[in-house]
């Protein structure tokens, strides 16, 4: 019997078979995926074969081969990874420039992430409705630059509601993850892209302006047929809700492959005099030349080289 994985609940996990039922799963015996060594070898949005049992519970004996996944190393365990969702449409990035702040480094790493495997991603800057004029001014700004880079960027308030037609149109007949810090409010976005999900929020810690965890699992959420002019295309319209993150080290990349998960970099690489330039420090470096030039910006350079650093100490950095 084959199915889909909708949710992770750590050791539990919902399986939507093809004819449509819900089956609560844990995995067969010491279930490991070839060449991963993950905290979560099954994850939201995987494909699966199930094997039932008595007890009107089934064991996961196989997952399908992947066409992408979102893949974090995992905070606690330096050597193993986090898969964020799988097989996957797009993600979007909730970010906030303030209450709490997002930070450019944090964005940039999420993104390379997104870039090795061809994930698309919108920037979604949430709370818009909180700013003061000087924060929106600089919330422009930072929209701009990733927009110059080739991302798409969304302003939105869940609170008000404004932007939220937009943001509900891209969702449309698409898989999509939502990801971003704690406190950026991703839960309040999708109890407003999807009226009576009613999922738990969360006030910001008024000592730190930081988020507190209120989504511990991932869930794959329909967005309804009934929510959309096109049936059709809401019929197979998801949405993976993932637990707030605070940094997002990087995993499972080459420290040469790096340049390209930087669109820009990789860019202006190619008329580098050396192949294996680092853009760091080598003569006749294009990038650097770009970048002295203004034609890249001086943070994404710096996150280019953060996680540079990430490679020559093979350590996690939590980013803020």
């Given at each position: 019997?084959k ?18 039922a819900?089956?609560?799963?844990k ?19 995987d ?14 004996t196989?997952?399908?081969?992947r066409?992408?996944y979102?893949?974090?190393k995992?905070s606690?365990?330096?050597k ?9 449409d797009?993600a ?13 480094v944090?964005?940039?790493r999420?993104?390379a992430?997104?870039?090795a ?9 949430n ?5 003061s004029?000087?924060?929106?001014h ?11 880079v080739?991302?798409?960027c ?10 939220m ?9 698409k898989i999509?993850a ?11 976005l999708?109890?407003?892209l999807?009226?009576?999900?009613n999922?738990r929020?969360s ?27 096109d ?8 949405i ?9 080290g990087?995993?499972d990349?080459?420290r040469?492959?790096l340049?390209?998960?930087f ?6 690489s190619k ?11 080598e003569p ?11 034609y890249?910006a001086q ?5 280019y ?16």
């Amino acid at each position: 019997m084959k199915g889909l994985v909708v949710k992770n609940t750590g050791s539990w996990y919902t399986v939507k078979t093809d004819d449509g039922a819900l089956v609560a799963c844990k995995m067969k015996g010491n279930f490991r995926l070839k060449g991963i060594r993950s905290t979560n070898p099954v994850a939201v949005g995987d494909r699966v074969e199930i094997l039932p049992n008595q007890e009107g519970t089934a064991f996961i004996t196989a997952i399908e081969d992947r066409r992408n996944y979102i893949i974090r190393k995992s905070s606690n365990l330096s050597k193993q990874s986090h898969i964020i969702a799988a097989n996957v449409d797009q993600a979007f990035l909730i970010v906030t420039i303030n209450h709490p702040e997002t930070s450019l480094v944090f964005i940039d790493r999420f993104l390379a992430s997104a870039e090795a495997y061809r994930i698309p991603v919108v920037l979604v800057f949430n709370k818009r409705d909180l700013l003061s004029d000087e924060e929106l001014h600089y919330q422009q700004l930072v929209m701009d630059l990733y927009e110059n880079v080739g991302y798409h960027c969304i302003s939105v308030s869940a609170q008000t509601g404004e932007g939220m037609e937009q943001l509900h149109g891209l969702l449309q007949g698409k898989i999509t993850a939502l990801s971003g810090n704690s406190g950026v409010g991703k839960s309040t976005l999708i109890n407003k892209l999807i009226p009576g999900q009613n999922l738990r929020t969360s006030e910001i810690s008024d000592a730190h302006d930081t988020g507190m965890h209120t989504t511990t699992f991932s869930e794959m959420i329909p967005l309804g047929a009934g929510d959309a002019a096109d049936g059709a295309a809401a019929a197979c319209s998801y949405i993976i809700d993932t637990p707030g993150i605070k940094g997002f080290g990087t995993f499972d990349m080459e420290r040469e492959e790096l340049t390209s998960y930087f669109k820009e970099i990789f860019h202006f690489s190619k008329d580098c005099r050396f192949s294996n330039c680092t853009h760091t420090h080598e003569p006749g470096c294009a990038v650097l030349k770009a970048l002295e030039e203004h034609y890249i910006a001086q943070s994404r350079y710096q996150s280019y080289l953060s996680m540079l650093d990430d490679k020559d100490e093979n350590k996690y950095r939590e980013a803020y």
